[in-house]
């Protein structure tokens, strides 16, 4: 619920320009140019909000220091009204709840330096009726065929859109400029178009007061993460921390992922009942920092280990910095590794574990990995800075050099390959020919070159296995070697229309320029229904793998009980134990109309999957254990990328 409509105190509106070259043109208003902060009622007091509720939570906010890190929109959500409208067609609110009225409500909150939020409704009456309350065309509940809107049906299929933009034309119409927050649970993604009418959406159904709600909803996020920017904000729901339904640890994941994901941070605790740790946690600085951060772009999802139970998100910040975030899904507290490259860095100067007590590292950096503790359901949430690039290993932080040898150490090596390609360069010319050998710890992959003369850099490809963790050049002592980079193998493509299909797996075409890169795509992968492939490879071990897949099957019915907005696909080679991969929506299209209603549209995911051996190889793409699953049918396959 909750879709308030908040009255600010900056002036003329100026009403939307929409730039019709931009995918979605935005409200050009100067408002939230970063994401709105604020506390609500709904997640506390559902629609029974009343002037003692909102006053004393409003005290509260500035007393605990809460305005002062930017919660300053206070909105009251459903149940604020009358059932009926005033002779002139307005809403009022109700006399009894709020004894000294709205105006006087919103001067309080505006002596206090903070901003009056209200909500309304799109449908023909409020969330929470009875009493039945008259809506506004706003949020989304008692939107039916009445009203020729959709309900949670989506019958009819109507595009909830025109109602906002009403709603969007009579703020543009008033003498000042207002935040407008639409909710209609993600229907119709509004990413498309809700960005043109007000500053955030909702990408989805409600937040409940449960844990698993967090993994559907950054699920739903995952397909939208760059359509966030200055004036417009995906809306990942209003926080649950303070309500006493998750751990502290829960707490933290949950708003460090709305913080980077740059969705509203929009407390919905009362304030005056909420633990001390849930207050250190909404009060978090580096995560309000990230969340508010000037460059305004989100962190998107890079690795997901579905069955080792973890993930890593990241995105830049300002001054060219990067959040990452890797999350613990098992409630066990355990020892997890971020590896670097998966974030795109090798190695960064500064590192700050924001939740470990802002535990830095400083001196000498962080090469490669970083491991950490990270409790059960938790976050390691990591700034870092003075980063480099992927592959990149500078001789002053990785290069140790012993008589005639030089050792690199850690590598990283993504996939096993003997097509990863080596730069090597050095301070200064050879005079003449030079030559060195590479070895990384197992002779049977050393190779022995020659530096020509008068040259400074040295490009050759060599082997790597994904258990290489250093790399000696032996070479004659004078030698002065300052950076190696390794740059993975860029792999080969196995297209979906390339594999031998059984059971239920289906291959179906999608319209031209859609199911990128290949233009169709199988589905009906299940336990029995394959997808059969044979794959030559040059070296066997373990393989980094990326599937391109299609999934927009929207948990919003089942968003109450264990719906998850993802679904499974198994890959397995030769035989060996199915790895599976959990992935999530992929869809950029209204699940309403348009191009294949969302499953046309492709995304990707990597995964390491051994038991690869040289020459042809068995490949078997499914959803094996998808009986057992919440959804029975795999995500739809497009094609494979094989890092050999
Ligand atoms: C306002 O809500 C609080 C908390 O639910 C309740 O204790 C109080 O009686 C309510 N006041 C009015 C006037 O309804
Ligand atoms: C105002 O709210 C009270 C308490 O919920 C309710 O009993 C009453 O019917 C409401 N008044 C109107 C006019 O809706
Ligand atoms: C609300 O509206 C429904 C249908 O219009 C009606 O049956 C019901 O009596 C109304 N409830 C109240 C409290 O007015
Ligand atoms: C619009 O707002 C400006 C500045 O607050 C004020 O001077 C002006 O009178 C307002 N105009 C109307 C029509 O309310
Ligand atoms: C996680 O573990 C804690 C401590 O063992 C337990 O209290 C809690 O119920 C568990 N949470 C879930 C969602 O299982
Ligand atoms: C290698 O070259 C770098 C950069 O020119 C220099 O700083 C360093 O002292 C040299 N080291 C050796 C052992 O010659
Ligand atoms: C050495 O490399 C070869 C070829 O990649 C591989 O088969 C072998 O297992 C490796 N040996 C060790 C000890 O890593
Ligand atoms: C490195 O030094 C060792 C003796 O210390 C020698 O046996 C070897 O040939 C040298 N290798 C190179 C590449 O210079
Ligand atoms: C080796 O890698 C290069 C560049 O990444 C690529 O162009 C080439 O096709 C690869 N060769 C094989 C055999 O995979
Ligand atoms: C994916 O597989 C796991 C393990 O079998 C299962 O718990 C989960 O519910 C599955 N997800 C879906 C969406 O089916």
Same mark, same amino acid.
């Given at each position: 619920m909750s879709a308030p409509i908040i009255v600010s105190l900056l002036g003329v509106a100026s009403a939307a320009a929409a730039a019709a070259s931009s995918l979605h043109p935005r409200l050009q208003d100067g408002l939230a140019q970063t994401p709105p902060m604020g506390w609500n009622t709904y997640n506390h007091y559902n629609c029974y909000p009343n002037e003692t509720i909102v006053r004393t939570n409003a005290q509260a906010l500035v007393e605990l220091g809460l305005d002062k890190l930017g919660y300053r929109y206070v909105t009251t959500d459903c149940g604020w009204s009358v059932a009926d409208r005033l002779p002139d067609g307005s809403l009022t609110w109700n006399a009894t709840l709020f004894p000294q009225g709205f105006p006087a409500l919103g001067e309080y909150l505006h002596e206090l330096g903070l901003l009056f939020g209200v909500y309304g409704d799109a449908g023909i009456l409020l969330c929470g009726s009875p009493p039945n309350n008259t809506g506004n065309l706003y949020d989304n509940c008692y939107s039916d065929a009445a009203t020729n809107y959709p309900d949670v049906n989506y019958a009819p299929t109507t595009s909830p859109?025109?109602?906002?933009?009403?709603?969007? =034309?009579?703020?543009?119409?008033? +003498?000042?400029?207002?935040?407008?927050?639409?909710?209609?649970?993600?229907?119709?993604?509004?990413?498309?178009?809700?960005?043109?009418?007000?500053?955030?959406?909702? *990408?989805? +159904?409600?937040?409940?007061?449960?844990?698993?709600?967090?993994?559907? *909803?950054?699920?739903?996020?995952?397909?939208?993460?760059?359509?966030?920017?200055?004036? !417009?904000?995906?809306?990942?729901?209003?926080?649950?921390?303070?309500?006493?339904?998750?751990?502290?640890?829960?707490?933290?994941?949950?708003?460090?992922?709305?913080?980077?994901?740059? %969705?509203?941070?929009?407390?919905?605790?009362?304030?005056?009942?909420?633990?001390?740790?849930?207050?250190?946690?909404?009060?978090?600085?580096?995560?309000?920092?990230?969340? !508010?951060?000037?460059?305004?772009?989100? $962190?998107?999802?890079? =690795?997901?280990?579905?069955?080792?139970?973890?993930?890593?998100?990241?995105?830049?910040?300002?001054?060219?910095?990067?959040? $990452?975030?890797?999350?613990?899904?098992?409630?066990?507290? #355990?020892?997890?590794?971020?590896?670097?490259?998966?974030?795109?860095? !090798?190695?960064?100067?500064?590192? #700050?574990?924001?939740?470990?007590?802002?535990? %830095?590292?400083?001196?000498?950096?962080? =090469?490669? =990995?970083?491991?950490a503790t990270v409790p059960g359901h938790g976050t390691m949430l990591l700034e870092l800075g003075a980063t480099q690039p992927r592959g990149e290993y500078r001789r002053e932080w990785f290069a140790e050099t012993k008589g005639n040898s030089t050792t690199f150490s850690p590598i990283y090596a993504l996939t096993t390959s003997n097509n990863y390609t080596l730069t090597l360069t050095l301070a200064r010319p050879v005079s003449t020919a030079t030559a060195i050998r590479i070895d990384t710890g197992n002779n049977s992959m050393a190779t022995t070159l020659t530096i020509p003369s008068q040259t400074t850099t040295l490009t050759t490809p060599i082997v790597l296995d994904v258990a290489t963790t250093a790399l000696t050049i032996h070479h004659p002592s004078q030698l002065n070697i300052t950076t190696i980079h390794l740059t993975p193998p860029t792999g080969t493509y196995h297209p979906s229309t390339t594999f031998t299909l059984s059971g239920s797996a289906t291959l179906t075409p999608c319209a031209e320029g859609f199911c990128l890169p290949v233009g169709s795509k199988i589905g009906y992968l299940s336990e029995t229904g394959l997808a059969t492939h044979t794959i030559a490879v040059s070296t066997g071990g373990t393989k980094y793998v990326e599937l391109d897949y299609i999934n927009n099957d929207i948990a919003f019915e089942s968003a109450w009980e264990e719906g998850r907005n993802a679904r499974n696909l198994t890959i397995s080679v030769n035989g060996g134990v199915p790895v599976r991969l959990e992935v999530p929506l992929s869809g950029r299209h209204s699940e309403l109309f348009g191009p294949g209603l969302g499953w046309w549209d492709t995304a990707t995911l990597g995964v390491s999957v051994d038991g690869w051996k040289e020459g042809a190889n068995e490949v078997v793409v499914g959803n094996v254990g998808g009986a057992e699953g919440v959804v029975s049918w795999g995500a739809d396959f497009v094609g494979m990328r094989v890092f050999d």
């Open positions: 859109a025109p109602h906002y933009a009403t709603m969007s =034309r009579a703020l543009a119409a008033l +003498n000042r400029t207002v935040l407008f927050q639409i909710c209609d649970w993600g229907v119709d993604f509004p990413a498309r178009w809700a960005p043109a009418l007000g500053h955030t959406w909702r *990408i989805g +159904n409600d937040i409940l007061p449960a844990w698993r709600s967090i993994y559907r *909803i950054i699920n739903q996020a995952a397909p939208q993460t760059d359509v966030a920017g200055p004036g !417009q904000w995906p809306d990942l729901d209003m926080l649950e921390v303070g309500n006493g339904v998750l751990s502290v640890a829960e707490e933290q994941t949950h708003f460090s992922l709305w913080g980077i994901l740059k %969705s509203p941070l929009v407390i919905g605790a009362a304030l005056r009942e909420a633990s001390e740790a849930s207050l250190a946690v909404l009060m978090q600085a580096d995560v309000i920092a990230f969340n !508010q951060d000037r460059l305004g772009k989100s $962190a998107r999802l890079r =690795r997901r280990w579905s069955e080792a139970g973890y993930e890593v998100w990241s995105g830049p910040l300002a001054g060219g910095r990067t959040v $990452a975030a890797l999350v613990n899904w098992w409630n066990e507290s #355990r020892a997890l590794t971020l590896e670097l490259p998966d974030i795109g860095l !090798q190695f960064a100067g500064n590192v #700050r574990n924001v939740w470990a007590e802002g535990s %830095s590292v400083a001196d000498e950096g962080v =090469r490669t =990995r970083y491991t």
